[in-house]
Nanobody
Framework: EVQLVESGGGLVQAGGSLRLSCAASGFSFDDYAVGWFRQAPGQEREGVSC?????????YYADSVRGRFTISSDYAKNTVYLQMDNLRPEDTADYYCAQLPRFGSRCPTPDYYSDYDALGRLDAWGQGTLVTVSS
């Protein structure tokens, strides 16, 4: 059974940092990519970042977080991290990780993360962790 468990959310002031963790089980990072998504109240789910163990150069970052967030993985622990620096109030959301298909060895291309039909077919999501950034 595939499981993903997020942790590390919390309340932080603007300009601060948090590191989210996604502990994965039931699948190998050799076979799938892992992505981070977020959803703020009343908004659509937004793709934030993706990492593929097989092709580190294919990391994806949404424009809204590029340069502030860093995705990484610990293969031995089957865990993916999202280091979030210089947080802004607009980063406030529930953050989720998901098992993503790879395209060859690469993370999905940028258009995938707003393809809600494709995202709706994903089976493996974590329960989410809440990040709140105060101004």
């Amino acid at each position: 059974e595939v499981q993903l468990v997020e942790s590390g959310g919390g309340l932080v002031q603007a300009g601060g940092s948090l590191r989210l963790s996604c502990a994965a089980s039931g699948f190998s990072f050799d076979d799938y990519a892992v992505g981070w998504f977020r959803q703020a109240p009343g908004q659509e789910r937004e793709g934030v970042s993706c990492i593929s163990e097989a092709d580190d150069s294919s990391k994806y970052y949404a424009d809204s977080v590029r340069g502030r967030f860093t995705i990484s993985s610990d293969y031995a622990k089957n865990t993916v991290y999202l280091q979030m620096d210089n947080l802004r109030p607009e980063d406030t959301a529930d953050y989720y990780c998901a098992q993503l298909p790879r395209f060859g060895s690469r993370c999905p291309t940028p258009d995938y993360y707003s393809d809600y039909d494709a995202l709706g077919r994903l089976d493996a999501w974590g329960q989410g962790t809440l990040v709140t950034v105060s101004s």
